[in-house]
């Protein structure tokens, strides 16, 4: 398909210097949700509503951004009725995959007409870090590229049935940037089948939150880029070249992750600075009272917390948890055969040598480290969803130079700079991650066929 012209974000309108009318009253009236002052105008009609109404109005002024929130999903819940049970008996059966098969084995297939399942002009939640179109980028054959496992086939991505699996629940990613990604693939491969008003995105704190109101269903991302406890969990301001963890402390991200339905974590690309890792001493004051021990060692001590606490903490027969294997970094060209390259600049077609993979050197002993604690679970089981190889091939699809850095796009003179600045870690959307989703959506249908439990008729809001 032909490039959408690039675009930039509108200028906001000018400070008006008309004097404000005479009788126009501002502040906390002004700030009410168009929810809240559907309430406002029945309380005019109804002395309980009334009464409500005047409750509200103390307790946002109380607590502010957090109660306008939370009382604009409740009144949208009161407002707006539920969306209909979609009637999946009378759709053709859906044909998943025999549990035996290797999802990750198999090969890249050009689709130029089911893929992407998405356009990135249409989906306004994505941030700018990822949209490579928006940001300049001149090519667009990065979309269409279809998995094709080697000896079954994936089900597409059908949103509704998706949502229905979700309706009354609530599903958390877990982990760094990589697993935000897949995050937001995902709230843009649901959000066209929700109502407009009744879908958004609220940030606080360490979590993203995606409201779909009519299925009381969310979708999360909960920042915790080592899993545990680290000098760099802060969501906005983590670039920190000396990162020290606290591998026996988890239970502060932790006590977010209860009560979630669906836990999808991740880490790897966090550790890959050093060989060594730093790590607090227990009972110290600050974070310069650390020592370094191997990566792999400091890896296991984690995974030993992690796993712990999923096992005293996780009711398996309502939370499934999922983990996400190694999202491949491109920054050695002469590995697929282009020596005179820099990183994954200018790459636009997919690793196609099926007899000789690429190696890029992960450390595969914490893929093997993780695939091991994930079958030495005893009470709660972890699905581990490989990812790796099937993105090893994928050196065309990374943001590379179209991206933003620290809130900018990349200026002329850092494009000129592709060693220091392309970006060979995140991905496009739509791209590769949407693939993930599609894994991700097979293996949870998988489960929601089995037991097709009846849908919940009540959410309860994410940790605030």
């Known amino acids: ?103 990750s084995h198999g090969r890249w297939v050009f689709d130029n007409t089911s893929v992407p399942a998405y356009r990135e002009k249409d989906c306004t939640f994505l941030t700018q870090q990822v949209t490579c179109l928006k940001n300049g980028r001149p090519d667009d054959t990065w979309q269409y590229w279809r998995w094709q496992p080697s000896n079954c086939s994936l089900p597409t991505f059908d949103a509704r049935r998706f949502m229905e699996a979700m309706r009354g629940k ?69 670039s920190i070249d000396t990162r020290i963890i606290r591998p026996e402390r988890i239970e502060g991200h932790a006590k977010y992750w209860r009560g979630v339905d669906y836990l999808i974590f991740n880490t790897y690309i966090w550790w890959m600075n050093t060989a060594d890792m730093k790590v607090r001493r227990p009972n110290s004051r600050y974070w310069s009272e650390h020592d370094e021990v191997p990566r792999i060692e400091a890896y296991g001590r984690v995974f030993k917390t992690w796993s712990d606490w999923l096992e005293e903490n996780i009711d398996p027969a309502r939370t499934s948890v999922l983990f996400m294997t190694i999202s491949p970094l491109h920054i050695s060209p002469d590995k697929w055969g282009n020596p005179n390259g820099i990183k994954c600049v200018n790459e636009t077609l997919p690793y196609m040598n099926d007899t000789a993979p690429l190696d890029l050197n992960h450390d595969m002993r914490m893929y093997d480290l993780v695939a091991n604690v994930a079958k ?89």
Request: net charge positive.
């Open 1 to 103: 398909m032909g490039n959408p012209a690039p675009t930039t974000p509108s200028e906001p309108p000018p400070p008006s210097t008309t004097a404000a009318p005479k009788h126009r009253s501002f502040g906390l009236l002004d700030s009410i949700p168009s929810s809240a002052r559907s309430l406002l105008a029945a309380a005019r009609r109804s002395p309980v509503t009334t009464l409500v109404a005047a409750f509200f109005l103390l307790a946002l002024f109380m607590y502010g951004e957090d109660v306008r929130t939370i009382a604009e999903l409740s009144i949208d819940d009161y407002l707006y009725p539920d969306a209909e049970l979609y009637n999946v008996s009378g759709l053709p059966p859906l044909v998943l995959p025999p549990p035996t098969c290797d999802l």
């Open 170 to 238: 609530r599903m958390m990613f877990v982990g760094d940037s990589l697993n935000r990604n897949q995050w937001e693939s995902l709230v843009c491969l649901v959000q066209p089948i929700l109502s407009k008003g009744r879908k958004k995105v609220v940030k606080r704190g360490s979590l993203r939150v995606f409201h779909a109101k009519e299925y009381r269903a969310t979708l999360e991302f909960y920042w915790a880029p080592f899993l545990v406890e680290s000098n760099s969990d802060n969501p906005n301001f983590h």
């Open 376 to 464: 030495s679970m005893k009470r709660v089981p972890v699905t581990v969803i490989d990812i790796t190889k099937m993105s090893d091939s994928r050196k065309d699809a990374h943001t590379g130079l179209y991206t933003f850095q620290q809130g900018k796009l990349l200026t002329p003179k850092q494009k000129a700079q592709p060693e220091k600045f392309a970006d060979c870690i995140h991905w496009c959307l739509p791209g590769v991650p949407d693939v993930w989703n599609q894994i991700l959506y097979t293996r949870i249908l998988s489960k929601y066929s089995q037991s097709s439990p009846p849908p919940s008729l009540s959410l309860p809001l994410p940790p605030q």
